[in-house]
Structures are given as structure tokens and as C-alpha cells.
């Protein structure tokens, strides 16, 4: 069983940055493409961004392009969420998941490409 588990969530005000982690147990952690997604109250679960197994290629949502990145260790089987210039906007449960379909080529924002997923971690920006 594949398990991701968050961290990094907190409160912060407007303009500062957060660095979400999710550590991923299994060996095949390697072959997964990676994504984040968050949840606010009310809302449906929404695409933040994704990385290729390899980390050879990302994707962001338009909310949060230029100053979101994403990225990977494999070697740590860890992926990584750095949220600069942070918005109130932004709060939300943030979400790992993991795309259990090995090397996969095209990476997805639906949330119903994704297999596996974190409990999440709650992010709060406030105004």
C-alpha cells in the first residue's frame, strides 16, 4: 500500500511563502507522476500543480503559476510545494497525490487520474 503523507501547512500572512513536503512510502515512488491539489470549504478539489515521474516536466494551475513550484526527490521519495507570494485565496486543505500508472508520459489535473492521496494539510493565508 502506498502511502503519502503532508506537512508543512500553517498560518501565514499575505505575501509570505510556505514549503509544503509529502513524503511517500513504496519503492515505485520513482515511477509516479506527482500532483497537489487543495480544497476550501464549499469548494470542489481543484488542480494546483504536477511533476513528472522523472521530474522532467511540470504543470500549474493559472492561479498559481509564477509563484508556485513543484518539485521532487526522488531519492528521498519526498515531493515538494514552494508557495511564495502567498494570497488569501490560497487557503485551503493541500493534497498529495500520486498517479500510480508507472512512467506515465502526459501529466493530468483531474483529480481522477490520481490513485493515491495524502489526508492533506491545511494552509491559511491571512489578509
Known amino acids: 500500500q502506498v502511502q503519502l503523507v503532508e506537512s508543512g501547512g500553517g498560518l501565514v500572512q499575505a505575501g509570505g511563502s510556505l514549503r509544503l513536503s509529502c513524503a511517500a512510502s513504496?519503492?515505485?515512488?520513482?515511477?509516479?507522476?506527482m500532483g497537489w491539489f487543495r480544497q476550501a470549504p464549499g469548494n470542489e478539489r481543484e488542480f494546483v500543480a504536477a511533476?513528472?515521474?522523472?521530474?522532467?516536466?511540470?504543470d500549474y494551475a493559472d492561479s498559481v503559476k509564477g509563484r508556485f513550484t513543484i518539485s521532487r526527490d526522488n531519492a528521498k521519495n519526498t515531493v515538494y510545494l514552494q508557495m511564495n507570494s502567498l494570497k488569501p485565496e490560497d487557503t485551503a486543505v493541500y493534497y498529495c497525490?500520486?498517479?500510480?500508472?508507472?512512467?506515465?508520459?502526459?501529466?493530468?489535473?483531474?483529480?481522477?487520474?490520481?490513485?493515491?492521496w495524502g489526508p492533506g494539510t491545511q494552509v491559511t493565508v491571512s489578509s
Open positions: 513504496g519503492r515505485t515512488f520513482s515511477t509516479y507522476n
Open positions: 497525490a500520486a498517479d500510480r500508472a508507472r512512467l506515465r508520459s502526459v501529466l493530468t489535473t483531474a483529480p481522477g487520474t490520481y490513485d493515491y
Open positions: 511533476i513528472r515521474w522523472n521530474g522532467g516536466g511540470t
